[in-house]
């Protein structure tokens, strides 16, 4: 009786140290008495276990301060190894390395030229991955997992592209096998707007909010939904692609194959294309630039995108209802010029009667949310595999 009771303790105990555990790694690291009332755990039980997990080399403890009051910050420990986000987007390649208390460690970038070819791409990011990691005095071998975000709809059930033609040069390229032999760790790809939803849920706006709507605005238009605090990614991983939904049954060919998606009308080039004839050749930068600088033309273009967006946005969130909308992507650095009309779009067509009006938020990190989430859903996917393989 005796050795079933001691028993059952030392299973409970396990049981209360991965609740711990499992705490620091989705919500980052966190004080004794934030841990205590996360798990629901006594302050007394948390104490113990947290200096047992220390002796044991898995967690770290430092002195903080919370509300003017000292206190113990704890994290996991660096050996349970760190988390790669790699973010593959038109103009730009970034790198973020976090922990299992998703701590960021590090971070590089580098833009790409125009016409750049996958397989430099990839050799690039390999590079960054290793400079980051030397710069950090880490290892290849302590990474637990990778996950790569691209702007193209993915089979999340296969971990491939999900829809062919949308990034032309990348139809038979595999990404994860690539980063499998170059890395021998777990790797992941995904979406670049549910990338960055993960990141504005963990750490950024709607770290509050249990059901959302992410879009990323920028060159093109994609959104994530996140529901009962997950990402809601459809039977095929292919949810969200607000971009694709046809808005001018008889506009240009889309490279997804149909006619008059959004993306047609809101992209980089299309949006570039219109000041042609007043502005010259210019940039999606530039046209942001000169909206803040109260060029007529540019406010306009920027301001007529906003209200077709909000147009899908608002057919979107009549579908899902949530708490509030999370605008991301460059489009977001035109600050009001481009986040009033789209208010004003979405609330004309959701219900006229609604208690209140759905809110929207901008990102505090519109451009850096994607490489971001990918680093943190690395994390949570090392620990999943963990879990399974325990």
Partial sequence: MASHISGSQSSLREANKALLS?????YGAMTQVELAENTGLSTATVSILV????DEGLFTTTDTVRSGRRATLVSIARKMGIGVGVAIERHNLSICIT????TILGTHSMPLPFGHKPDSILIQASRLIHETLDSLGASVEEIAAIMVAVASPIDWKHQQIGVLGILPDWDDVDIVAHFKNSFHCAV???NDANAAAIAEHKQGAAITMSNFLYV???DGVGSAMFINNDIYRGSMGLAGEIGHVQVDPFGDICVCGNRGCLDTIVSEQRLTQVLNFTHGSITLDDLIQGALNADAGC???IS??????????AQTCISMDPQSIVIGGSLTKAHEIFLEPLQQSVQRLLFPDAVEPIRIIPSDNPEGNVVLGAA???IELASSLNKVSN
């Fill in 22 to 26: 499992n705490a620091i790694t989705k």
């Fill in 304 to 313: 007529d995108a906003a209200v077709r967006i909000g147009t899908v946005v």
């Fill in 51 to 54: 200096r047992q997990l220390v």
């Fill in 299 to 301: 406010r306009r273009v």
């Fill in 216 to 218: 990323h605005a920028g």
């Fill in 188 to 190: 992941f790809i995904d």
């Fill in 376 to 378: 943190l859903s690395s």
């Fill in 99 to 102: 922990d299992f208390s998703l």
